[in-house]
């Protein structure tokens, strides 16, 4: 290119301005288009060439760059280009406003319109729509659909309507009877008249309305009906009084229009199926899973052998998960089934099991007292190790927690360490020597210090203090409440029934105020008796002394039964022993060092002295608490001498007898002699505590205590004999019965009766046993009371065992005796060895066709049955509830029919269906009944306490 020629080029590039392109030339519109052309053309190439994400992803750019006039440009082409010219409304109009429109049609006009599309079929034929127009008429299906089954209740009118029979009232009367007079000749002819005239204007009506409504009707209508929207004839009062109209019309269309079909004699009365089953609607007050399972409840297992469970459950804090179960008729893997239906999926912060048991076992369920004995049994372990799975973990804070104390004795600390190390989870205790009934609750607790004891976390401690302090008068106030309100709890959830009585009981005894009051209402008690006995000319300045004195010995008992115990039940039972094995893992590590080995040496001396010193003032501690709770039993004894034995003895004496000698004898005679055995044991075990230390025994004491038993014995085998004595001498003899009226329920007797007080020797076996463990647990090997320690438990639980079985033995008879009262017809129940483990009330079913498969067989409900479950034999009883009138209440009766052994039953389950629910076949020698409870949960636990008592009677 020559230098002259380079003016020129750039002039003619000066001459093509550019916009928007600086290769596309702007004044040379030509060129311009040519070349527009061409890149247009070569984008087309390359959109013909992209994926389907690709050219998404390029129209997304292109559109976004857009500016409005031109988005604008592009909606107007393409309304031009794709024109609506209609739109299903029930594609467009959410599901709900679709099925309110088609809620208007009868059921004849949403069969037509199920057949205009497949989204109008499946609108057409929901449940919601079909479900009112069957109630209507009284037909109800025979089972309840499945969540995701849908046309049921629209099969099931049709088949209703299919199979109706259409009785004219004169026709029912006549089928079924009527209530009136019969009727004269006249009145039957004046009631065919009216009903042809009804007959007739039914039909004039049908008439007119289908020509009314053949003049507008959409092409999906057969002209009986058309939308509510359409102009009613017969002007504004039937347009207002439309909604009435179309429900007398719609059932009358029904019943003129089968009036054609050929009529058959209707046997059974009924328009209706024989079942009505209940609804359950799922999910109703639920709340999201996913948030449920992140919530760590606090959950409490309460047995229904606690005295007064009641008021126990009543105690539980809000928010605390409560789980009422009872202690018979209820297996291991029912007791799991129950928790696991309360925690619904989720994992419990904290676990705390209140049952009854002792410092050595835990009286979980009947048949499992869990010990170390049979902490290995396959069932047993299997049930602990689930039971762990359901605890959060112990670094979240998870654990279990018994009401048993269980951290006051070697065997309960050892079941402790073992459950441990099973299931990885940390369990706690109660380490408390307190004498009393559940006194322990209130006591320390095994584990770390913690700002406040692992009851606080589950209930009430106000509540729970109260329920403590009258456990015994309570459970035999609850006796008569618990049979009163039976028939009103019935079909109540055992835990609302038991929070409304444990509610009730606690509003009618005023429980805030006898707390507040109870210390000082029984300090003044005190002081009132001292100064009638000691009959002071200054009875204020005397009695102000006494509460002072009272007052101050009670803070010095205080500060000396506040006993801190910190352990942890997975390696030991004291921190200073967690102590002592660091430094030993210590000393083992640094064996080489002399000096260092020197320094661990010293300090394993100073902690040895220390645990010694600790066990040695621990061991004081119960010495004591075993002198105090003896000296207040023998108080209780001698109150049956002083207020009724000795004033029985001196009428008698003076001629003015109230008793004879023999019926005092009979009363007294066992009873005294105790008196004089435990004053003997109080004076030695006092003696022995005045010059206690370190090295001496009360073991030898109690061995001795426990060779003259017998006294106690003739006690116990008379003890019925003296109660029934004690009541025939109240009803016939009304000077014994002043003298009781007097002598009972004051302050000389502790606000007790003459039984009540007899009650205590039988309940201070298991104090003696307690104490002992605890005495035996602070005691060292080497020390020369340890082996009489262990012969004096060893003989007195042997003849606390004694005692359990006489108790085992009244009240099983007393069980049976009162069922076989309730049973009508029944046989005699009285055998050796026989219990009642469950009630279970059940329906009765009968199967049409029971060549059907399970799936499909249609079962009917005959009559109520209440299935008693013995440990060797069932019995089975129809069950009949008759009402009073103006009452609430009701009562029930039941019929024997008849009682099968347990090794002669077989069961058999039915799987749930849409005909039935819960229900099982129980098959004898003879017969079999079909059953079913009402709630899965009775079915699961029922069938489980029925097999499990199976295989016992087999062994």
């Known amino acids: 290119m020559s230098l002259g020629s380079f003016p020129q080029r750039s002039l003619e590039m000066e001459s093509f301005h550019t916009r928007f392109s600086t290769w596309t030339p702007f004044n040379n519109r030509s060129l311009n288009r040519q070349l527009f052309q061409e890149r247009v053309t070569l984008i087309n190439h390359w959109f013909g060439l992209w994926t389907h994400k690709q050219r998404q992803e390029f129209l997304f750019a292109i559109l976004s760059q857009c500016s409005k006039s031109q988005l604008r440009f592009i909606q107007d082409w393409f309304s031009e280009r794709k024109q609506v010219a209609s739109v299903d409304f029930s594609t467009v109009l959410p599901r709900s406003i679709s099925l309110y429109i088609f809620s208007f049609l009868n059921p004849k006009d949403l069969c037509a319109a199920a057949q205009v599309s497949w989204p109008w079929k499946f609108l057409t034929e929901q449940d919601c729509l079909w479900m009112p127009k069957c109630t209507r008429l009284g037909w109800f299906l025979p089972y309840t659909p499945t969540q995701n089954e849908y046309g049921a209740w629209k099969h099931h009118y049709i088949a209703c309507v299919s199979s109706l029979d259409w009785l004219t009232p004169r026709e029912a009367a006549a089928v079924y009877g009527t209530l009136n007079e019969p009727k004269t000749e006249d009145e ?6 009216r009903e042809k005239c009804l007959r007739k204007i039914i039909w004039e009506k049908i008439a007119f309305r289908k020509k009314e409504l053949f003049k507008a009707r959409p092409p999906w209508l057969s002209g009986t009906r058309c939308s509510r929207s359409m102009s009613l004839p017969g002007g504004p009062w039937m347009q207002r009084e439309g909604a009435g109209f179309y429900e007398a019309l719609e059932r009358q269309l029904v019943l003129a229009s089968l009036d054609a079909l050929p009529t058959r004699s209707n046997l059974s009365g009924s328009h209706s199926s024989p079942f009505l089953v209940k609804k359950n609607h799922h999910g109703v007050g639920g709340t999201d899973d996913s948030s449920s399972c992140a919530l760590q409840p606090c959950v409490i297992l309460i047995s229904s052998r606690i005295p007064a469970y009641e008021m126990v459950v009543e105690s539980v804090k809000v928010g605390v998960v409560t789980v009422p179960y009872e202690h018979s008729g209820v297996t291991l893997e029912g007791l799991l089934h129950l928790l696991d239906r309360a925690l619904k999926g989720r994992k419990a912060r904290s676990l705390g099991i209140f049952s009854g048991g002792n410092s050595r076992e835990i009286d979980l ?28 973990a112990e670094e979240e804070g998870g654990r279990v927690d018994f009401f048993v104390p269980l951290g006051a004795s070697e065997a309960g600390l050892e079941v402790l360490s073992q459950l441990s190390q099973l299931t990885g989870t940390f369990f706690s205790a109660p380490t408390g020597i307190a004498t009393g009934s559940f006194q322990h609750i209130l006591s320390d607790w095994l584990g770390p210090q913690q700002d406040r004891p692992p009851p606080s976390d589950y209930f009430s401690e106000s509540k729970l203090q109260a329920w403590t302090n009258f456990t015994d008068s309570l459970e035999d106030t609850l006796k008569s409440v618990r049979k009163e309100f039976r028939p009103l709890f019935k079909n109540l959830q055992r835990s609302i029934s038991g929070r409304i009585l444990g509610q009730l009981m606690f509003d009618s005894l005023s429980m805030a105020s006898i707390l507040d009051n109870q210390d000082a209402a029984q300090a003044l008690a005190d002081g009132l008796l001292e100064l009638s006995k000691e009959g002071s000319d200054k009875p204020l300045e005397f ?61 394993l001396f100073k902690l040895e002295r220390k645990l010694q010193m600790n066990s040695v003032e621990k ?28 004033p ?30 435990n004053r003997e044991f109080l004076a030695n075990l006092r003696d022995r505590l005045q010059e206690w230390s370190p090295a001496h025994c009360v ?33 016939m003899t009304p000077a014994f019965r002043a003298f009781l009226k007097r002598h009972d329920n004051t302050i000389a007797t502790k606000m007790l009766s003459l039984p009540e007080l007899l009650l205590y020797p039988s309940r201070r076996f298991e104090e003696y046993i307690h104490l002992l463990y605890a005495l035996r647990l602070h005691t060292p090997a080497g020390h020369i009371d340890r082996g009489d320690l262990t012969a004096a438990i060893d003989q007195i639980k042997n003849y606390k065992g004694y005692i359990d079985q006489i108790k085992e033995n009244i009240k099983m008879r007393e069980q049976l005796t009162h069922v076989q009262t309730t049973i009508s017809d029944c046989p005699t129940l009285s055998e050796a060895n026989r219990y009642l483990i469950r009630i279970q009330d059940v329906v009765q079913l009968h199967c049409y066709d029971e060549e059907m498969d399970f799936p499909l067989r249609l079962y009917e409900q005959t009559r109520d049955l209440s299935l008693f479950l013995f440990n060797d034999a069932l019995l089975v009883t129809s069950r009949a509830t008759s009402h009073t009138p103006f009452e609430r209440t009701s009562k029930t009766t039941y ?44 079915k699961f636990l029922w069938l489980s306490a029925l097999q499990t008592a199976i295989r016992s009677s087999m062994k």
């Open 188 to 193: 039957e002819f004046k009631e065919r008249q």
């Open 699 to 731: 073991g030898e004491i109690f061995i001795k205590f426990g060779r003259q038993l017998n006294t106690y014995t003739n006690f116990f085998n008379n003890y019925p004999v003296v109660l029934k004595t004690i009541e025939k001498c109240r009803e």
């Open 619 to 646: 061991r004081t501690r119960v010495v004591k608490e075993l002198v105090q709770s003896e000296r207040r039993y023998v108080q209780m004894l001698g109150i049956v001498r002083d207020v009724y034995a000795r």
């Open 895 to 938: 019929q024997f029919i008849a009682s099968v052994a347990l090794p002669r039953m077989f069961i058999e389950d039915i799987p749930d269906s849409k005909y039935v629910k819960n229900a099982f076949i129980l098959q004898g020698p003879m017969r079999e009944w079909i059953c079913a409870t009402e709630a899965a949960d009775d």
């Open 648 to 677: 029985l003895r001196a009428a008698l004496a003076s001629n003015r007898a109230i008793l004879s000698a023999a019926n005092i004898h009979i009363i007294f005679s066992d009873v005294l002699r105790i008196l004089n055995l």
């Open 365 to 392: 369920l009947q048949g499992y007292k869990i010990s170390i004995k049979n902490l290995l049994w396959p069932e047993v372990r299997d049930f602990w190790e689930k039971l762990g799975s359901y605890v959060a």
């Open 543 to 603: 009695l102000s002394s006494f509460l002072l004195k009272k007052s101050s010995k009670k803070s010095e008992e205080f500060e000396g039964n506040d006993i801190l115990l910190d352990c942890d039940v997975k390696v030991t039972s004291d921190p200073l022993m967690k102590e002592r094995g660091a430094i030993e893992d210590n000393f083992q590590d640094t064996k080489s060092s002399p000096n260092q080995s020197n320094l661990n040496m010293e300090v």
